[in-house]
């Protein structure tokens, strides 16, 4: 009876992530992770072999799966193999928050079984359970967050939330989606200081779980749906940045304040394929089975890396393994519209649409330069393999001419020397009317206010945001020099990520420049970019 009751109390948070489809028709249904999902089970085949083996991954819920020769439900289940469980901060006890919603969520990530395949079976998963909390919950979801951040030698390459705090149970007064939740400000200060991509289900909007999906540093997710076969529609349930008005409630309160948008990528997330924490099989919908496609792609993204540093391969060092890199290698490679054949539209293999079926060519994130992010698609559609084409060419600096695809970690300074800006020029023409894709990421740096001085987060303890510095980039013509005459660019005064998506004119050389534009802390900011181009045929 005890456990029933901990299952309905888990059941409140998670609802409004989570709709399961247990009860409805089982529906014909193309696996996520393959061609018309995030067409990851081809990375699994040579040359790549990639399963996510030797990275951590972390998760972090009210509850957590359950594990083979600790917990009874986990008796029967071989399939899902998690590395260390945790309540907060101590070792889990045995059948203590075993949960389904948890299970289900580290099923898509790690699960073995030859049927029901999650995207990274070989990574291994550390997984926290916060535990239900009467009032706010938030303090002891920052600690359980740290415990998973500081597993595996403090080598955990992104954790996973498939689950939030809503704004009324937030103990700030007026509380609003400024960014400045404790949560929030915790997920934007581990990122930075343990070196973590975090994964937030995109639930915002009309009664969803908000935070910390207003957060600056890791990567909010939607959900899609399958259209003849194929993930390429953002679902109806899903809750976007831009929320429709319910009868009682302001919209305003459960978007982000201001112009900023809150949704980096959309994942497969409607009647997805996992098991229960028994081992049987079940479906459900929601961003909580978004965001683990996300979470399990970093897995294979750096084995992939770790794999290139470890054989010595030219252009491949420590920043490969950086959050921000892996941010914008994910975001830059996502699919938009569906290419034609002939490379104009990079390769992409579907054309991704929002609830009012329209595409990101139609948007308002195409047509004003201010505005990085579609608000509901974000850059695009979760594409693994095009992740993997991406981050393969390795690490290019803009002191000499770069490929058609790349990505960089370097910084920019302010002032107007050499140093307040980077130039990216790319060796090769680029064909004309060819699109050009560039994502550009860094963080907002937060403080903890360490009373104790133990240098980690105890409860208690706040933190302080620090501002964020305003980076901007510009798609130019390889000769010019004067940014007003740029073919476009991002100039996004609130975000911490730009984004470009454009057609070249006419076939010639073109480079893309980092400015720094506006400081608000320190002097020289580091930053993540990414690129793809179609050389000329």
């Not at 919603?101 to 699960?111: D, F, L, Y």
């Not at 937030?200 to 779980?209: E, H, V, Y």
């Not at 991002?490 to 975000?495: G, I, L, Y």
Request: net charge negative; proline share 5%; charged share 20%.
């Amino acid at each position: 009876m005890a456990q029933w009751r901990t299952a309905k109390r888990l059941a409140w948070f998670v609802g409004g992530i989570a709709a399961s489809l247990a009860s409805a028709p089982v529906l014909a249904s193309v696996s996520s992770i393959g061609e018309g999902g995030i067409d990851a089970l081809r990375l699994r085949a040579a040359p790549f072999n990639l399963t996510g083996a030797k990275i951590a991954i972390g998760q972090v819920e009210i509850g957590r799966p359950a594990q083979f020769g600790l917990d009874k439900a986990g008796a029967t289940n071989l399939d899902v193999v998690v590395g260390r469980l945790f309540h907060q901060d101590a070792l889990a006890r045995a059948n203590d928050f075993v949960d389904g919603h948890a299970a289900n969520v580290a099923s898509v990530m790690i699960s073995q079984d030859k049927e029901v395949s999650g995207v990274a079976p070989s990574a291994r998963l550390y997984s926290s359970a916060v535990g239900f909390i009467r009032r706010s919950g938030q303090p002891q979801e920052c600690l359980a967050s740290q415990t998973v951040a500081l597993q595996n030698g403090g080598d955990v390459r992104a954790t996973n939330f498939s689950f939030g705090e809503s704004l009324l149970q937030d103990p700030r007064p007026d509380a609003v989606l400024d960014g400045n939740a404790l949560l929030t400000q915790c997920v934007d200060w581990s990122a930075q200081i343990h070196d973590v991509l975090y994964v937030i289900a995109g639930n915002q909007g009309r009664g969803g779980i908000p935070i910390p999906t207003d957060n600056f540093n890791g990567i909010t997710v939607a959900n899609s749906t399958q259209v003849d076969g194929v993930f390429r529609k953002v679902d109806f349930s899903n809750l976007g940045s831009e929320p429709t008005i319910v009868v009682g409630r302001s919209p305003d309160s459960e978007s982000n304040v201001g112009p900023r948008r809150s949704v980096s990528l959309v994942a497969p997330g409607t009647n997805i394929e996992m098991l229960n924490p028994d081992g049987s099989p079940t479906r459900a919908t929601g961003t909580s089975f978004s965001a683990p496609h996300v979470t399990a792609t970093v897995a294979l993204i750096q084995e992939y890396g770790d794999r290139q540093i470890r054989e010595r391969q030219p252009r491949w060092g420590l920043d490969a393994r950086r959050h921000q890199v892996t941010k914008v290698v994910l975001m830059n490679s996502a699919d938009k519209i569906q290419d034609r054949g002939d490379g104009l539209l990079l390769g992409m293999s579907r054309t991704l649409v929002d609830q009012a079926n329209t595409n990101w060519l139609e948007s308002d994130a195409y047509r004003d330069p201010k505005i990085p992010l579609h608000a509901e698609l974000g850059t695009g559609h979760l594409n693994a393999y095009r992740a993997i084409q991406q981050f393969s060419p390795g690490q290019w600096s803009s002191d000499a001419p770069v490929p058609a695809i790349g990505w960089d970690y370097s910084s920019v300074s302010e002032g107007d020397g050499a140093t307040s800006y980077r130039d990216y020029v790319i060796e090769q023409p680029l064909q004309g009317e060819s699109f050009v894709s560039v994502t550009l990421a860094w963080n907002r740096p937060v403080e903890l206010q360490d009373a104790n001085g133990n240098g980690q987060y105890d409860i208690g303890e706040t933190f302080t945001e620090q501002g964020l510095n305003n980076l901007d980039i510009y798609l130019m013509r390889a000769e010019d020099t004067d940014v007003a005459d740029s073919i476009w660019s991002s100039v996004s005064e609130v975000d911490s990520v730009e984004h470009i998506f454009r057609q070249v004119p006419e076939t010639g050389r073109y480079k893309i420049r980092v400015v720094y534009r506006d400081r608000v802390n320190d002097a020289t900011q580091n930053y993540a970019i990414a690129w793809w181009a179609m050389p000329a045929r």
